[in-house]
């Protein structure tokens, strides 16, 4: 998180949309460092946790209950997105379209910061199949670091990290004349 929060501050982001938000720990903490978040997730519940949390700390989110799929805020354009282990945890399709939707959200030279699990192997995924695992049920696809940077059409990749548990960043800027393709 900390590496995001000093991406956007050293582009001059003010308004971010976190995609993906679950129960608000990216938009929260955004938020407490001055930035102005909105957030959607497909969630009803964690929309609701995430309501709760942010008025306990004093913010004032704004957040839609809206699939990845789906538009949240068609009228606005944000300066920079987040989508924090979000992309891989939907089917190939539905990570095109978000991204597309991704693209419309953001001003031209606007800035992304996805997170992307570890490439797992078939045992580890079957491992977490079979225990306590608090994301069961939901879809995780394997794309390697090509796959990902092949799907941000219209972005340039500014830059690759990898981070502890080996999770994946990707820190990327529309292009000012992109199109969907």
């Known amino acids: 998180m900390e590496a995001c929060l000093d991406f956007f501050l050293q582009n001059r982001v003010r308004s971010v949309l976190d995609v993906g938000c ?13 930035l102005q978040v909105k957030g959607t997730d497909f969630s009803a519940n964690a929309v609701r946790i995430a309501r709760k949390w942010a008025l306990e700390e004093g ?14 805020f068609p009228d606005e354009r944000f300066e920079a997105i987040v989508a924090a282990l979000i992309l891989d945890n939907v089917s190939r399709e539905e990570m095109l379209i978000g991204i597309d939707l991704i693209r419309e959200c953001l001003v031209d030279e606007g800035y992304l910061f996805a997170l992307f699990n570890p490439i797992d192997t078939r045992g580890e995924i079957n491992a977490q199949i079979k225990c306590e695992n608090p994301t069961a049920g939901i879809t995780q696809m394997n794309y390697t670091n090509s796959e990902i940077i092949s799907a941000f059409l219209g972005f340039e990749v500014l830059r690759q990290e990898t981070y502890e548990a080996q999770m994946r960043g990707l820190f990327l800027r529309k292009s000012g004349n992109s199109l969907a393709t």
């Open 22 to 34: 679950g129960v608000g720990r990216w938009a929260i903490y955004l938020a407490k460092n001055g």
């Open 59 to 72: 913010l004032s989110l704004e957040i839609s209950c809206r699939a990845l799929t789906e538009s949240a």
